[in-house]
T-cell receptor, first 114, second 114 residues
């Protein structure tokens, strides 16, 4: 059963506009949420995260919003740039003893058009 | 450069071959992970090692055999694989200790089973 879902496999946005990527999760035990960015032929790289005690975290052009009641998070990129074109994975983390287990969505491919 | 190195980057093997994937991290982390990424599917957690002990086996077929000789090295031994095992295999590491943290990924091994 997939615990983290990204229902939009792709998104196309014009350069300079806002990109909004969405993610839903089902497990209320998740307490830490992450976004990763992945270019072809490379591994995912960490982008931004948010703890379950917050509802917003901002880092430059990237902002992650968390709605715990809806079990939903989103990543906003503004302004979008062509270099942002990549696959974005949403992930959620749960503690497994003294280490974290990370659960990933299927990814959203973002295309930022010049 | 994430500090997690995987070799080889690409591997083509026959169904009767035996091969091994290697992962090495120089981040001082104590938790290491194997993930499988198939096209348009979520990253699937395969195995977790914490302080060299296997703490998670996510119903992975026995034709995949992990080995963790120390906290810096992780192997995935492959034998009698099937064509459907063709995928990108990603290694990751994270600090142990129960803190909220991200996983750091290697660049992956693109495996093709013929």
């Amino acid at each position: 059963d997939q615990q983290v879902k990204q229902n939009s496999p792709s998104l196309s946005v014009q350069e300079g506009r806002i990109s909004i990527l969405n993610c839903d999760y089902t497990n209320s035990m998740f307490d830490y949420f992450l976004w990763y960015k992945k270019y072809p032929a490379e591994g995912p790289t960490f982008l931004i995260s948010i703890s379950s005690i917050k509802d917003k975290n901002e880092d430059g052009r990237f902002t992650v919003f968390l709605n715990k009641s809806a079990k939903h998070l989103s990543l906003h990129i503004v302004p979008s740039q062509p270099g942002d074109s990549a696959v974005y994975f949403c992930a959620a983390s749960a503690r497994g003893g003294n280490f974290n287990k990370f659960y990933f969505g299927s990814g959203t491919k973002l295309n930022v058009k010049p | 450069e994430t500090g997690v190195t995987q070799t080889p980057r690409h591997l083509v093997m026959g169904m009767t071959n035996k091969k091994s994937l290697k992962c090495e991290q120089h981040l001082g982390h104590n938790a290491m992970y194997w993930y499988k990424q198939s096209a348009k599917k979520p990253l699937e957690l395969m195995f977790v090692y914490n302080f060299k002990e296997q703490t998670e086996n996510n119903s992975v077929p026995s034709r995949f055999s992990p080995e963790c000789p120390n906290s810096s090295h992780l192997f995935l031994h492959l034998h009698t694989l099937q064509p459907e095992d063709s995928a990108l295999y990603l290694c990751a590491s994270s600090p142990a200790g129960g803190m909220n943290t991200e996983a750091f990924f290697g660049q992956g091994t693109r495996l093709t089973v013929v």
